[in-house]
């Protein structure tokens, strides 16, 4: 009888502990979502595209950027906002779709775009911009292409 009373008491405490850490974990709140704006993307040839992104402009949403997600609707995008310049490569760790990303510069002119891989597992290539930029914009691959949108042009948020 006592082996069975220190089983169940075991059993009890285990329960309330894996309780404990049920409960704390639902009530931790989620990252918040990065607030969207219109991106207006202005070509040199005078053709105006329209995106809607997300402004990652602190360091908690330009570490998440777009991971973990299935999709990303064909007018919409991130865009990366920094104080100030930077070299800094990207990485696709934990990235589920093949993105393309433009650098630009503080005036949002397009300085290079580079297509990038989805990563699952370490080693996760750098993809490196060789520029300094201020801003950076990911987009589902292709998009820049698809669009002719080309190093020379230029975004701005309204």
């Not at 009530?27 to 809607?52: N, V, Y």
């Not at 007018?75 to 104080?83: A, S, Y």
């Not at 990563?119 to 698809?146: H, I, K, M």
């Amino acid at each position: 009888m006592a082996r069975l009373s220190g089983f169940l008491l075991g059993l009890l405490l285990a329960l309330a502990v894996l309780g404990q850490l049920f409960w704390a974990h639902r009530s931790t709140p989620l990252p918040q979502a990065a607030p969207t704006a219109k991106l207006r993307i202005e070509t040199r040839d005078g053709r105006r595209l329209e995106l809607t992104v997300e402004l990652a402009t602190d360091p908690e949403h330009w570490q998440r950027g777009l991971m973990f997600r299935r999709s990303l609707p064909e007018d919409r995008g991130m865009l990366f906002v920094f104080p100030q310049a930077t070299g800094e490569p990207f990485w696709m760790k934990n990235t589920l779709i093949p993105l393309s990303i433009a650098f630009a510069d503080k005036n949002g002119v397009i300085l290079r775009i580079l297509d990038m891989e989805p990563c699952r597992r370490d080693p996760c290539p750098s993809y490196y911009p060789g520029v300094a930029y201020r801003q950076a914009l990911e987009v589902n691959q292709g998009w820049f292409r698809r669009h002719r949108v080309a190093p020379g042009d230029r975004w701005r948020l309204p």
